[in-house]
């Protein structure tokens, strides 16, 4: 299957820069994620998502689904599944491209939340 591959340009501009700030994550109550690392990705008109280092996430309440998308300008999304140590379950919150492509490189090894699922807070540095 052929897939349609989009570069950001004045149209559909994405820029992606260092937060500058502690990002952390709440699922459920639980802290997910706390990052000093996160980049801030600015996709044309759609509100800012913050990108987290996998590695400042908590893999242990992870689980891996079958769940995958596509975006034309950042490639395939693989989905995680967080499940809280109070038996919580928020079903593909995380979403992550681990081969995106060239034009937003910076995003490998990172993971966002959906937003209305998940609790992400900013502290200003």
Aim: proline share 9%; net charge negative.
């Amino acid at each position: 299957m052929t897939r349609t591959v989009k570069i950001p340009d004045a149209t559909h501009p994405i820029t992606i820069r260092p937060t500058g700030a502690r990002v952390t994550v709440r699922v459920g109550g639980t802290v997910v994620a706390k990052t000093d690392s996160a980049l801030s990705l600015a996709e044309a008109s759609y509100p800012v998502v913050q990108y987290i280092p996998l590695s400042d996430v908590d893999q242990s309440l992870l689980e891996r689904t079958t769940t995958q998308s596509y975006c034309p300008y950042k490639g395939d999304a693989s989905y995680f599944t967080v499940n809280t140590p109070d038996g919580g379950t928020e079903a593909d919150v995380i979403w992550t491209y681990e081969h995106p492509y060239p034009s937003v490189a910076e995003i490998a090894g990172h993971v966002a939340f959906y937003p209305d699922r998940a609790e992400i807070t900013v502290e200003p540095a």
